[in-house]
């Protein structure tokens, strides 16, 4: 049975030309999904089915379908698309530096797909948290021992809540990937995890319209 969502864009940005600024930009759209293959609307074309493998003429080539996602890769470079997420877009600097352009929901809140050590989660930018905060039940599915971290007490809307400091290995957003960032896991699971401080302090944050764009300092 094929699953409809609501469409998700996805700007695929590739580099082009030696040692060039420019680029080539394509907004794709997962439509669907059934078995292992995807629905794509690429630049408000007619969709395109794909079974992992195949490409498009333009280059891009369904790597892989698994539940209601689908990961794509232009030119080398590759971006999960989750039906019904925000839209991210990812694109070079011409400094080198590697930047993503979060785009807000209707309520201007920033979310993104991205991962903590290898395992997807689903960030809500918070610059009002000191540290990236997750649930208990996120954690785990990092491989984060975090009994075994510095134990603590939060104040949360709730009331006070348990929490362990811990340090993340691996942070990645879009093309962004930091390494070795303090994070705190709450005792109870979080609805999404929140993106703070311990990672949004290494970026460079610039309000571009209605849109969010982090760059990697260091």
């Not at 930009?25 to 059934?34: I, N, Q, R, S, T």
């Not at 794509?40 to 379908?65: F, H, M, N, S």
């Not at 530096?97 to 785009?103: D, E, H, K, R, Y």
């Not at 918070?126 to 954690?139: F, L, Q, R």
Request: contains cysteine; positive net charge.
């Amino acid at each position: 049975m094929v699953r409809v969502h609501r469409l998700v864009r996805w700007w695929l940005i590739a580099l082009c030309g030696s040692g060039a600024a420019a680029s080539i930009a394509a907004e794709v759209e997962l439509a669907g999904v059934f078995g292992n293959k995807a629905v794509l609307v690429i630049d408000g074309g007619a969709p395109k089915t794909l079974a992992v493998g195949e490409q498009t003429r333009d280059g891009l080539r369904l790597l892989e379908v698994s539940g209601a996602a689908a990961v794509v890769e232009l030119d080398g470079r590759r971006q999960r698309l989750a039906l019904g997420a925000a839209p991210v877009r990812t694109d070079q600097a011409t400094s080198g530096a590697s930047g993503v352009s979060l785009f807000p929901d209707s309520r201007g809140h920033h979310f993104s797909n991205g991962s903590i050590n290898g395992a997807s989660v689903r960030f809500l930018v918070d610059t009002g948290a000191s540290m990236i905060s997750m649930g208990a039940a996120d954690a785990r599915r990092a491989g984060i021992n975090y009994r075994g971290g510095i134990a603590g007490v939060s104040e949360t809307a709730s009331g006070p809540a348990r929490v362990w400091r811990v340090r993340l290995d691996t942070v990645r957003l879009g093309d962004i990937t930091l390494h070795g960032v303090d994070g705190l896991v709450h005792e109870n699971d979080l609805p999404f995890v929140l993106l703070g401080m311990s990672f949004l302090s290494r970026m460079d944050m610039q309000h571009e319209g209605s849109r969010l764009v982090l760059r990697k300092r260091y």
